[in-house]
Every structure is written in structure tokens, then in C-alpha cells.
């Protein structure tokens, strides 16, 4: 199993990005795939979840509102929507992906991820 984001760049404070996550080698419609962000100096934060079985989404509360976690089935892709980003969204982004379907209160545990992407840096110029 592999996965591989993209779309990370510079933008502007109030700007937006679209960040992708492809997988490969395995199907997740009934699991939970994740996007987690790291910043310099920083340990790695939840961003938000997708769980697949209901569509269930969850996010971290700094980015509620502003980001949004979609995914598409035929293509393997889950998608995080970034807008009014803030500079203090700047991070590398990694997406994450497990095969089942995680309980609400576990969605924001790294430990509860089996597969990891290689990151893409995020950067908000204020």
C-alpha cells in the first residue's frame, strides 16, 4: 500500500489550497484515511478524518470551518480543501490511511494509522 500527497505550495494569508492524497495497493471505502500536519520544532497535530463506511468526518478545532475532507472512490483520492489559510497553517501535511473503521474518539491518533504518506509542505506568507 502506498500513499502519495501533493499539492502542498506558498500561499497568501486568506488563501486556499487543495491537497491530495492518491492510494495505491489497497482500497479504503470502509476504512478511515486522516490528514495530520507537523510544523517546525513542532510534534505532529490532527487535522481531520474521513471515515469511509458513513462518511463521517472530524476535524481539529483551529481548522473547523475552514477545511474540508472529501474523498473519491473511483479515483482513490481523498481530498483536504484549505481556505482562509493562516500562517499558522504552515506545516508539512501527511496524509494517513488505515483499513477499518476507526471509532469517532480514536479518528485524531496517529497510533490508530497503518499507512503514511510522504508529507507536502504547506506554506502561509502573512
Known amino acids: 500500500v502506498q500513499l502519495q500527497a501533493c499539492g502542498g505550495g506558498l500561499v497568501r494569508t486568506g488563501g486556499s489550497l487543495r491537497l491530495s492524497c492518491a492510494t495505491s495497493g489497497g482500497t479504503f471505502r470502509t476504512g478511515t484515511m486522516a490528514w495530520f500536519r507537523q510544523a517546525s520544532g513542532k510534534e505532529r497535530e490532527f487535522v481531520g478524518a474521513?471515515?469511509?463506511?458513513?462518511?463521517?468526518?472530524v476535524y481539529e478545532g483551529s481548522v473547523k470551518g475552514r477545511f474540508t475532507i472529501s474523498g473519491d472512490n473511483a479515483k482513490n483520492t481523498v481530498y483536504l480543501q484549505m481556505n482562509s489559510l493562516k500562517p499558522e497553517d504552515t506545516a508539512v501535511y501527511f496524509c494517513a490511511a488505515t483499513q477499518r473503521s476507526l471509532i469517532l474518539s480514536s479518528l485524531g491518533s496517529d497510533l490508530r494509522y497503518d499507512y503514511w504518506g510522504q508529507g507536502t509542505e504547506v506554506t502561509v506568507s502573512s
Open positions: 474521513l471515515r469511509g463506511q458513513d462518511r463521517k468526518t
